[in-house]
């Protein structure tokens, strides 16, 4: 079980492991309302490496990156459910829209992001490579999403996503 460090924390712990030879996975995102393909993407991460650093994107830059309506769950929530996975040993919330401050801080040394993303579009790849890392593409759980889980909730309900107490 992992637990929520701040940045200034992360970089120290990342500091020792590099001493102890420890190969440091990172991943981030905002894993809201989290589901299968969030642990089976977290668990592929992990076993890439010795120790799993998550960076979770703050409840104010989610909203600026996906609108008013999210997150779903706040940051206290989404970090208690990230830490408490057996395959994450750390949690640092980041508030910019991207984590390349993160990873310039803690520079691991594999950079792990969804399937979904161009290998060109990842955020710290120039970082990483730059001192000798690799940034791996790991193929998304099909049909596994926080928007697809929002979907099935809404119609199951029979609630249009834009209907007044829809969000």
Request: net charge positive.
């Amino acid at each position: 079980m992992g637990i929520v460090v701040g940045r200034q924390e992360l970089r120290s712990i990342r500091r020792r492991l590099h001493r102890q030879g420890k190969r440091v996975v990172f991943t981030n995102g905002t894993f809201d309302i989290l589901h299968r393909g969030h642990v089976e993407y977290l668990q592929a991460a992990r076993r890439m490496g010795d120790v799993l650093m998550v960076g979770l994107n703050t409840d104010a830059s989610i909203r600026r990156i996906k609108g008013e309506k999210r997150p779903i769950n706040n940051n206290r929530d989404r970090a208690a459910v990230l830490s408490a996975l057996g395959c994450v040993d750390y949690v640092c919330l980041f508030g910019d829209d991207t984590p390349q401050r993160l990873i310039a801080a803690i520079i691991p040394d594999v950079l792990v992001k969804g399937a979904d993303w161009r290998a060109d579009a990842i955020v710290g790849k120039d970082i990483v490579e730059a001192h000798g890392g690799r940034v791996r593409r790991i193929r998304l759980t099909p049909g596994r999403s926080t928007t697809n889980v929002i979907r099935k909730v809404l119609d199951a309900y029979s609630i249009t996503p834009d209907a007044p107490g829809a969000g």
